[in-house]
């Protein structure tokens, strides 16, 4: 059983969280904390001047309140958005505070994973701790 699980989460049809929830609530200890973490990616500085901070801002807080649904279907969970690079980003999260499971979800590679790698696979490669991937 784990103590502290890292559930990262995507907004797209083909990564929806149900799956890697189900398999943070069978592998969480009584008392386990669960966070549930969006990662925004940084816009590059030249766009940043055709988006507005009001849209933005906006747009984190619609996140943080799916995040907050969906940590409310989990015991002991909790929702958390960072800004950042996928991959680093979730690294870094699960280093910094102490997670001992990530639950990652992965769709089936295409030929761009092949080339570049894709989040999950970094996450597996990199992770200091436990990794569970759910497909």
Known sequence: MYSRILVPVVFDPEHTPDAAL??????????????????????????TRYVSGDFIEKS??????RLNEIAA????????????????????????????????????????DYFLGGTAARVVRYAQCAVHVVR
């Not at 189900?22 to 766009?47: F, N, Q």
């Not at 984190?60 to 309140?65: I, S």
């Open 73 to 112: 279907m989990v015991p002991g969970g909790e929702a958390m958005v960072v800004t950042g690079h996928s991959a680093r980003s979730i690294l870094e999260w699960a280093d910094t505070h102490g997670n001992d499971c990530i639950i990652v979800s992965s769709h089936k590679p295409g030929v761009q």
């Open 22 to 47: 189900e398999v943070a609530k069978a592998i969480a200890a009584d008392d386990a904390r669960v966070t549930i973490l969006h990662v925004i990616e940084e816009l590059p500085s030249y766009a």
């Open 60 to 65: 984190r807080d619609d996140v943080k309140a």
